[in-house]
């Protein structure tokens, strides 16, 4: 690591001077973006960000307000900025990509009040050839220890009214469709009224983050956070008038406050990603790269993994997860589910089983195994689940013996139903028996409205809680996945036993949403927007796409290839296979289409975003690690289009197979979802293939590199 120290003369003198002289200015490596930082003549802290000398941020303030304290937003000097330059790589124990770059240039500048009291706020920009983070620090001051804030005041100040992707600022759940919208019209609560969500409160009209945003020019911006450690999550605020967002943290009702925080103390970064080209969004390591390193050691105990499970079946009726078989999703469904039957039965598992080891995949995930589930949506949800004490017809010897001798990973489940204390209390025991049955990686969720009353899921209370978990499931050796989770804001560099998580409207809702599922451009978007913060666990691969001898009014709204296609699109080191097996079949043979599924990698050396546009459609190529064998998924949205990709990135001088699986010449999502085409061919660096979707379809290319004859 290289780090050099440089001090500007004119800052020092500045502060014995106590005059401005001039702005304090920083770019990037590339010297492309630039950010600049200054007080105003009312000692108000404020900056600004350019691409090409191009204003992308305007002019932006930032400060706090405290429950007890006057604020920290005025009053201030400069009286100290360092430069720090950064060039280092690190390599990802799992991932999208094995080494990453992480190369800035850092300002700190610290900022004293000119009042008695002296107080000081540290601000710190890194600026990389991708975008820029900024936090700030709350050294020790005086006799204060603690301060409760109640508003941090950060703006992005807009060029303009941009085009923008996004979500609601909702505090319990991100699992909302996107909207497409100018910034002008961003209408979060508009959203409030969502029949499928157990939990959900829209405060106000902001959004949540990773937002993303297109300038007429045609200049991607896309704001979120890193390293959110114990602290709110971050939603913005949108301020018309002004053309902004401004934060709005996750507040509590209990501390009548939105964070308290200990000093010295850091926030999260607030980072703004820019880009020129869409696909830049997606293969930026700026969020990881805010993050510190691996703080937990080695994480073999993980191995990144394609994985079946009992699941798919409760979510469209078949089964269910109670063993009284009283209860289904009713909240999100009509429907009493009495005629159904448990879905975790030995004998299920173990046809599971079966068919994963038959079938190259490495994992097998239960749901509904463990006792608890016939109040699992009820009003006390407290302590009704002991993850340790498995239903009648579920052998868990007999399941775990059986899976080990057909080599099959069991993934454990852990639904908490938002009883946060419970879990913690039964944490440790309950890995305890994780691992004295050799089990490594745990599913966990957080359905309803957490307990106590008055938290929110994105607010500091449970940013602690989904810290903890890691943290102790660490110290077990166990990976955890979270579902209805706090964001992904880079930490899995610092915690990789954080492999994936949902916090988006996964498959699931394709099953059962009375507003019929996620559209064909959901994922077109999601990887734009949800995937720039991290890994995600969204279940794909469903060949069955109406289902329905199930549930006649809803489908998958994609067509079969488009499915494939998700494989490498979603950025995840576990990935399932969530169909029934018998869904996997035709003809009696396993269904020709699955070939992909099994070959797929799930580790990847590399990751190339080959095309794109923000809600429209993307292509995705990535080279798994220790085969160099490449795999490509592209998928549009409810239009029809044809691609062109050229693979000049393939090793020069190697020959490849290719496998192509894409849509039938009459697919469409809606009408003929499931008609595909597999065709084979060879492929050296620098040809071309052209490929058309159907719409609301996609594709999926196994490049895999022949032996080379010596
Ligand atoms: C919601 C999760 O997203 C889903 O995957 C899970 O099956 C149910 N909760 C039950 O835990
Ligand atoms: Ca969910």
């Given at each position: 690591?290289?780090?050099?120290?440089?001090?500007?003369?004119?800052?020092?003198?500045?502060?014995?001077?106590?005059?401005?002289?001039?702005?304090?200015?920083?770019?990037?490596?590339d010297n492309n973006i630039e950010v600049s930082f200054d007080v105003n003549e009312?000692?108000?802290?404020?900056?600004?960000?350019?691409?090409?000398?191009?204003?992308?941020?305007?002019?932006?303030?930032?400060?706090?307000?405290?429950?007890?304290?006057?604020?920290?937003?005025?009053?201030?000097?400069?009286?100290?900025?360092?430069?720090?330059?950064?060039?280092?790589?690190?390599?990802?124990?799992?991932?999208?990509?094995?080494?990453?770059?992480?190369?800035?240039?850092?300002?700190?500048?610290?900022?004293?009040?000119?009042?008695?009291?002296?107080?000081?706020?540290?601000?710190?920009?890194?600026?990389?050839?991708?975008?820029?983070?900024?936090?700030?620090?709350?050294?020790?001051?005086?006799?204060?220890?603690?301060?409760?804030?109640?508003?941090?005041?950060?703006?992005?100040?807009?060029?303009?009214?941009?085009?923008?992707?996004?979500?609601?600022?909702?505090?319990?759940?991100?699992?909302?469709?996107?909207?497409?919208?100018?910034?002008?019209?961003?209408?979060?609560?508009?959203?409030?009224?969502?029949?499928?969500?157990?939990?959900?409160?829209?405060?106000?009209?902001?959004?949540?983050?990773?937002?993303?945003?297109?300038?007429?020019?045609?200049?991607?911006?896309?704001?979120?956070?890193?390293?959110?450690?114990?602290?709110?999550?971050?939603?913005?605020?949108?301020?018309?008038?002004?053309?902004?967002?401004?934060?709005?943290?996750?507040?509590?009702?209990?501390?009548?406050?939105?964070?308290?925080?200990?000093?010295?103390?850091?926030?999260?970064?607030r980072t703004i990603q820019i880009a020129e080209r869409a696909g830049d969004l997606?293969?930026?390591?700026?969020?990881?790269?805010?993050?510190?390193?691996?703080?937990?050691?080695?994480?073999?105990?993980?191995?990144?993994?394609?994985?079946?499970?009992?699941?798919?079946?409760?979510?469209?009726?078949?089964?269910?997860?109670?063993?009284?078989?009283?209860?289904?999703?009713?909240?999100?469904?009509?429907?009493?589910?009495?005629?159904?039957?448990?879905?975790?039965?030995?004998?299920?598992?173990?046809?599971?089983?079966?068919?994963?080891?038959?079938?190259?995949?490495?994992?097998?995930?239960?749901?509904?195994?463990?006792?608890?589930?016939?109040?699992?949506?009820?009003?006390?949800?407290?302590?009704?689940?002991?993850?340790?004490?498995?239903?009648?017809?579920?052998?868990?010897?007999?399941?775990?013996?059986?899976?080990?001798?057909?080599?099959?990973?069991?993934?454990?489940?852990?639904?908490?139903?938002?009883?946060?204390?419970?879990?913690?209390?039964?944490?440790?025991?309950?890995?305890?028996?994780?691992?004295?049955?050799?089990?490594?990686?745990?599913?966990?969720?957080?359905?309803?409205?957490?307990?106590?009353?008055?938290?929110?899921?994105?607010?500091?209370?449970?940013?602690?809680?989904?810290?903890?978990?890691?943290?102790?499931?660490?110290?077990?050796?166990?990976?955890?996945?979270?579902?209805?989770?706090?964001?992904?804001?880079?930490?899995?560099?610092?915690?990789?036993?954080?492999?994936?998580?949902?916090?988006?409207?996964?498959?699931?809702?394709?099953?059962?949403?009375?507003?019929?599922?996620?559209?064909?451009?959901?994922?077109?978007?999601?990887?734009?927007?949800?995937?720039?913060?991290?890994?995600?666990?969204?279940?794909?691969?469903?060949?069955?796409?109406?289902?329905?001898?199930?549930?006649?009014?809803?489908?998958?709204?994609?067509?079969?290839?488009?499915?494939?296609?998700?494989?490498?699109?979603?950025?995840?080191?576990?990935?399932?296979?969530?169909?029934?097996?018998?869904?996997?079949?035709?003809?009696?043979?396993?269904?020709?289409?699955?070939?992909?599924?099994?070959?797929?990698?799930?580790?990847?050396?590399?990751?190339?975003?080959?095309?794109?546009?923000?809600?429209?459609?993307?292509?995705?190529?990535?080279?798994?690690?220790?085969?160099?064998?490449?795999?490509?998924?592209?998928?549009?949205?409810?239009?029809?289009?044809?691609?062109?990709?050229?693979?000049?990135?393939?090793?020069?001088?190697?020959?490849?197979?290719?496998?192509?699986?894409?849509?039938?010449?009459?697919?469409?999502?809606?009408?003929?979802?499931?008609?595909?085409?597999?065709?084979?061919?060879?492929?050296?660096?620098?040809?071309?293939?052209?490929?058309?979707?159907?719409?609301?379809?996609?594709?999926?290319?196994?490049?895999?590199?022949?032996?080379?004859q010596g």
């Amino acid at each position: 690591m290289k780090l050099y120290y440089l001090y500007f003369a004119c800052l020092l003198l500045m502060a014995s001077c106590n005059k401005k002289e001039e702005v304090l200015k920083i770019k990037s490596p590339d010297n492309n973006i630039e950010v600049s930082f200054d007080v105003n003549e009312k000692g108000e802290p404020y900056y600004t960000v350019s691409l090409k000398n191009k204003t992308v941020i305007d002019s932006s303030g930032m400060g706090f307000e405290f429950k007890t304290q006057n604020p920290l937003q005025s009053n201030f000097q400069i009286s100290k900025a360092d430069i720090t330059k950064v060039d280092e790589t690190w390599q990802m124990p799992w991932g999208e990509q094995l080494v990453v770059r992480n190369n800035y240039n850092e300002l700190k500048v610290v900022l004293e009040e000119q009042s008695e009291a002296k107080r000081q706020l540290v601000v710190n920009f890194r600026v990389y050839n991708d975008g820029i983070g900024f936090r700030y620090e709350f050294p020790e001051q005086g006799s204060v220890k603690e301060l409760v804030i109640t508003d941090e005041n950060t703006e992005f100040n807009l060029t303009g009214d941009h085009t923008a992707w996004w979500i609601p600022g909702d505090w319990d759940i991100y699992e909302h469709l996107y909207t497409k919208s100018k910034f002008s019209e961003i209408d979060a609560l508009s959203k409030r009224d969502h029949p499928n969500l157990s939990a959900t409160y829209i405060p106000e009209n902001a959004v949540n983050t990773p937002v993303t945003l297109k300038t007429d020019d045609g200049l991607y911006v896309s704001f979120h956070e890193a390293d959110l450690t114990d602290y709110s999550g971050m939603t913005l605020k949108v301020d018309k008038e002004n053309t902004a967002f401004v934060s709005e943290l996750v507040g509590s009702k209990n501390l009548e406050a939105k964070a308290k925080i200990t000093l010295p103390f850091k926030t999260p970064w607030r980072t703004i990603q820019i880009a020129e080209r869409a696909g830049d969004l997606i293969e930026s390591n700026l969020i990881v790269n805010l993050n510190d390193p691996n703080a937990i050691g080695d994480v073999s105990y993980f191995t990144p993994m394609k994985y079946v499970g009992i699941w798919w079946e409760m979510h469209i009726g078949k089964s269910t997860w109670d063993y009284e078989a009283s209860q289904d999703m009713t909240t999100y469904v009509e429907g009493n589910a009495s005629s159904k039957s448990h879905g975790a039965t030995t004998e299920n598992a173990k046809q599971l089983i079966d068919f994963a080891s038959e079938n190259n995949i490495k994992g097998m995930l239960v749901e509904g195994w463990n006792t608890g589930w016939s109040q699992w949506l009820s009003g006390n949800r407290e302590g009704i689940f002991d993850f340790m004490t498995p239903y009648p017809d579920y052998n868990f010897d007999e399941v775990m013996k059986y899976a080990k001798e057909k080599g099959v990973e069991i993934i454990m489940h852990h639904e908490t139903s938002s009883a946060p204390r419970t879990y913690e209390k039964q944490m440790e025991v309950a890995y305890n028996f994780m691992k004295k049955h050799g089990i490594n990686s745990v599913k966990t969720g957080y359905v309803g409205t957490i307990f106590p009353k008055g938290e929110y899921h994105h607010g500091q209370w449970m940013v602690n809680h989904y810290h903890k978990v890691l943290e102790e499931a660490a110290k077990k050796k166990i990976a955890v996945n979270a579902h209805e989770p706090i964001k992904g804001t880079g930490k899995r560099r610092t915690y990789p036993n954080a492999i994936a998580r949902e916090g988006l409207r996964g498959q699931e809702f394709n099953a059962w949403a009375s507003d019929g599922g996620n559209p064909p451009s959901h994922l077109p978007t999601v990887a734009f927007t949800r995937m720039l913060s991290g890994p995600i666990d969204f279940t794909p691969g469903v060949f069955n796409i109406k289902f329905d001898e199930y549930r006649k009014s809803n489908q998958v709204n994609t067509t079969l290839a488009h499915q494939l296609a998700l494989y490498v699109v979603i950025n995840s080191p576990i990935q399932m296979a969530c169909d029934l097996p018998e869904h996997y079949m035709k003809d009696g043979k396993i269904h020709p289409m699955f070939q992909f599924i099994s070959d797929v990698g799930v580790n990847w050396e590399k990751t190339k975003v080959l095309n794109g546009e923000v809600g429209d459609f993307v292509t995705i190529a990535r080279k798994e690690r220790e085969t160099g064998n490449w795999f490509v998924g592209g998928i549009t949205n409810e239009e029809a289009r044809t691609v062109t990709l050229t693979f000049d990135f393939l090793e020069e001088g190697a020959t490849y197979k290719t496998i192509v699986y894409k849509d039938g010449s009459e697919a469409h999502w809606k009408d003929n979802p499931q008609e595909y085409e597999i065709s084979e061919g060879d492929l050296i660096k620098g040809k071309t293939l052209v490929i058309p979707m159907a719409a609301g379809g996609g594709f999926a290319i196994s490049v895999i590199k022949k032996e080379i004859q010596g």
